[in-house]
């Protein structure tokens, strides 16, 4: 598809459980986002990817949270022993160039539940 | 980083022209003012943005004060379709070199009404 897309689109998992999130970014897009949208709340940025240069992890709230961007295409966010507080919608983003003047497109996010 | 300010929620009519502003005072001079509306259960779409000069595209106009400290988006014949969260945001830049971030809040919540 022409899209960002995300998988899966809903993730079920238990407390203390590890899960993998996907991104495929749109083709050729150089630059990744992932942000997280607790219910009712603002989304919330978690890491940003540009390029081959080191990514900005500034945003990632716990070392459990980490994030890899294989070959500058897909991603994979990785939750570690998951908490009921990483219940959120997790939102990927890509922009077909680094800098201050470039949109972002976003995919329809992956809904993870941690029961 | 520049900070926005958005009322929380606005209505209006089908077919009129909706205006949803924001205040972006601390803005600097090479920061871009970017628009993004979420309509509820999807993920954001972007809209528009601009740095100084107004913009219009398909969506929407961007209209910005000359000295920048506010901006104004207009949509200009509202449909239903055009109900969600509408966000301003002033990318800013990340921690390391080439890094920008949008920083999302909360935005306003636009109702469009048969």
Redesign the interface.
Known sequence: GAG?SQSPSNKVTEKGKDVELRCDPISGHT?L?W?RQSLGQ????LI?F?GN????K??LPSDRFSAERTGGSVSTLTIQRTQQEDSAVY?C?SSPK????T???????TRLTVV | DAKTTQPPSMDCAEGRAANLPCNHSTISGNEYVYWYRQIHSQGPQYIIHGLKNNETNEMASLIITEDRKSSTLILPHATLRDTAVYYCIVLRSGSGAGSYQLTFGKGTKLSVIP
């Open positions: 960002v630059a986002y942000y603002g989304l919330e940025f940003y540009q240069s080191a990514p900005d500034s945003g939102l983003a680094t800098g201050r003047n949109e972002a497109f976003f995919g329809q996010g």
